[in-house]
């Protein structure tokens, strides 16, 4: 079984907003104080390029997209539900994600975002799509313990 993705359409955002997964929750309370619907809108509103994946069902399990910072600096990001981490749907998003993030980085020489240090899965697929990460440090809408990680041509 696997997962695949595709350009994302505007009532994907519906799809997935009340099934976030609860990390996902938490962090872009803590980030930006917005909630999951709030969060989809405008990350899907201000991507140069978003995606919707989808599982070997055709639901929708996760959007994902980079948002241009600069000319040559971009912000990653991800919202997912609980299914996108079970075993079944594991090794295809792994292996699709870094040839996603490998076309990213031919296009931007920075890519960087935060990630609240509590969000232990997020972290272990960042490592695995190769960024690095600053110390925790305090940050946010609701300040609490946030990495910074990044990329650098």
Same mark, same amino acid.
């Given at each position: 079984?696997? =997962? @695949?993705?595709? !350009?994302? #359409?505007? %009532?994907?955002?519906?799809? &997935? +907003?009340?099934?976030?997964r609860?990390?996902?929750?938490?962090?872009?309370?803590?980030?930006?104080?917005?909630?999951?619907?709030?969060?989809?809108?405008?990350?899907?509103?201000?991507?140069?390029?978003?995606?919707t994946?989808?599982?070997?069902?055709?639901?929708v399990?996760?959007?994902?997209? =980079? @948002?241009?910072? !600069?000319? #040559?600096e %971009?912000?990653?990001?991800? &919202? +997912?539900?609980?299914?996108?981490?079970?075993?079944e749907?594991q090794?295809?998003?792994?292996?699709?994600?870094?040839?996603?993030i490998?076309?990213?980085?031919?296009?931007?020489?920075?890519?960087?975002?935060?990630?609240?240090?509590?969000?232990?899965?997020?972290?272990?697929?960042?490592?695995?799509l190769?960024?690095?990460?600053?110390?925790? %440090?305090i940050?946010?809408?609701?300040?609490?313990?946030f990495?910074?990680?990044?990329?650098?041509?």
């Amino acid at each position: 079984m696997s =997962v @695949t993705y595709r !350009t994302s #359409i505007e %009532a994907d955002i519906a799809i &997935l +907003a009340p099934n976030i997964r609860e990390h996902d929750r938490h962090e872009i309370y803590c980030s930006h104080g917005v909630t999951p619907l709030e969060a989809l809108t405008i990350s899907f509103s201000n991507s140069v390029e978003c995606y919707t994946i989808e599982d070997h069902n055709g639901s929708v399990v996760g959007m994902f997209g =980079v @948002t241009k910072h !600069t000319g #040559i600096e %971009a912000i990653p990001w991800l &919202l +997912a539900t609980d299914a996108l981490p079970k075993k079944e749907n594991q090794r295809s998003f792994i292996t699709q994600g870094k040839d996603w993030i490998t076309g990213i980085k031919s296009r931007y020489e920075k890519l960087s975002n935060r990630v609240h240090a509590d969000n232990r899965t997020s972290i272990r697929w960042l490592k695995s799509l190769g960024f690095s990460f600053d110390q925790e %440090a305090i940050w946010g809408y609701r300040p609490s313990r946030f990495i910074r990680f990044y990329w650098n041509r």
